[in-house]
């Protein structure tokens, strides 16, 4: 039962504090490797390969006016960009909507069918080398594209991924540094927006409005978690390769694309380990980043970490040569990152139980015991300030309030877990 229960804490430990320390110090030891082409900086047509954009959405009328004109607003040359928009069988009249965006846009209607099916059709479509994937919801940085298509000069790079940058990383220095610029682009932006017709100045508007940072009961413990989950990337980027890419704003070789299989969850983890299995590096390339809401409370961003992990159970029966290691380069990341994150979930009530058995035994399991109890009742304090009128604030928290919160985070991600597997064994639509 002892040794039980310190295989259990070696487990937890190693996934969310072992693993990302040795990695970082493996980073730090390989320092060639962090940015492949960080020096090239002129605008040559090296610099600058044709796109396409390749974007699936379903009753997102409303969105894609605003998401074009931001595309449309991105520094790279227009002529070298091919946007494709496929409308997976909406109700909303996305379809006409995109009938007036005219011949810039491509557009492609199929039968609802989710959104790997949508993804297969539009890539069908491409015609330029490289690939990028958008989602509707979240928007680029000026200079995104430029960023994420540089490293594509290294022939030895298959797929880059980009950065989120989340409305609950208010303190993260980079999105600092890019307010300024957004802010300043802010008076431009308007004056384009007049020039549209009205139905496309409706969405540029909204857009441009989603820029805002919005209230979050969980904003803090989000924010945490995504900026420990991008330190992890920049070092798996630098040792080597990314086993998944940030769905928002990720882009490949078209001559790499594999057809996904129509019920994928997780197209931006299968795409680019499939990459990585062709013997292609997949980076991270932080300069190119994409902004977007933190989810407003721990049930919505319970849903969104649900079809996630319920992605990363897929992947096992998707493309099992991902647990070979002669087969798969990034066998030791993948397990360690995507894999060791499903087992923590039933470790930890299992660690509860037998501290609380082993507590007549010596002080240390006593101590365990009440440790883990404090860590719940400040996640249980994190769910009640959901529920208390004044938590929903993007302001500065009480320090106990934020550790709640963060606790608060951690077991909504690990519950989802769960929730994830009992999502793809009943087979319920979580790719939407």
Known sequence: MATTFWLLCACIVYVYVGYPLLLHAWARMRPSAIRPDRGRGSRSAQAEPSVSFVIAGRNEGRRISGRLENLRQLDY???????????????????DVLAQMGSHVTAVRVPPGGKARALNAGVALATHDILVFADMRQGFAPDALRALVAPFADPAIG???????????????????????LERR???DRRRIHRLSAGQRKGAR?????????????????????????QIRRDESACGSLVGATGAIYAMRRSLWQPLPPDTILDDVLT????????????FEERACAFDRTAADASAEGRRKLRTLAGNYQLLWLEPRLLLPWRNPAWLPFVSHKLGRLLVPYALPMLLVLSMLLATRSFVYVAAFFA????????????????????RTAGAAPP?????????????MNGSAVAGLVALVTRQKVWR
């Open 372 to 391: 883990q109890c404090v860590f719940y009742a400040l996640a249980a304090y994190g769910a009640l300030l959901e529920h208390t009128p004044g938590a």
């Open 77 to 95: 040359p227009a002529g070298q960009c091919q946007v494709i928009v496929v409308d997976d069988g909406s109700t909303d009249g996305t379809s």
């Open 206 to 230: 909204r857009w441009s409005l989603r820029r805002d940072i919005v209230a979050s009961t969980i904003a803090e413990g989000a924010g945490l978690y995504w900026r420990y989950e991008k």
């Open 400 to 412: 106990l309030s934020r550790i709640a919160r963060v606790a608060l985070m951690f077991l909504v």
């Open 272 to 283: 680019p380990m499939r990459c990585v299995m062709q013997g292609f590096r997949v980076v």
């Open 159 to 181: 797929a880059v991924s980009g950065e989120l940058i989340l409305s609950g990383e208010d303190r993260d220095r980079r999105e600092d540094e890019r307010r300024t610029e």
């Open 186 to 188: 802010e008076t431009a």
